[in-house]
């Protein structure tokens, strides 16, 4: 499985950008998005039952952030609305196999994007 996510960049806090993710390669369970700021533990966002299309999102950003996808360009986004500064970090996409293990754990998503940078100025 081949990941690319882009649409990171500076922006103003209040404001929106969408993130895209860019999947190839053999079919997967779920897809996450992760995010990690400076000094911190890379954080579940959100994420995606693939075969359904149900999504589940951490609190911090329920309300927010939405996931979506387009089959037809095997994109699948992360729109961003009401950014805080204290959503700066660098986005990660990521895809796991079905398997034990909560959803929302980083160490179960066998492959990753490269990461794209979201910074929020105050």
């Known amino acids: 499985v081949q990941l690319q996510a882009f649409g990171g960049g500076l922006v103003q806090a209040g404001d929106s950008l969408r993130l895209s993710c860019v999947v190839s390669g053999r079919t997967f369970d779920t897809m996450g998005w992760f995010r990690q700021a400076p000094g911190e533990d890379r954080e579940f966002v959100g994420g995606m039952f693939w075969n359904s299309g149900t999504t589940f999102y951490a609190d911090s950003v329920k309300g927010r952030f939405t996931i979506s996808r387009d089959n037809a360009k095997n994109t699948v986004y992360l729109q961003m609305d009401n950014l805080k500064a204290a959503d700066t970090a660098v986005y990660f996409c990521?895809?796991?196999?079905?398997?034990?293990?909560?959803?929302?754990?980083?160490?179960?998503?066998?492959?990753w994007g490269q990461g794209t940078l979201v910074t929020v100025s105050s």
């Open positions: 990521a895809v796991r196999f079905a398997g034990t293990g909560s959803n929302t754990d980083a160490g179960r998503y066998a492959y």
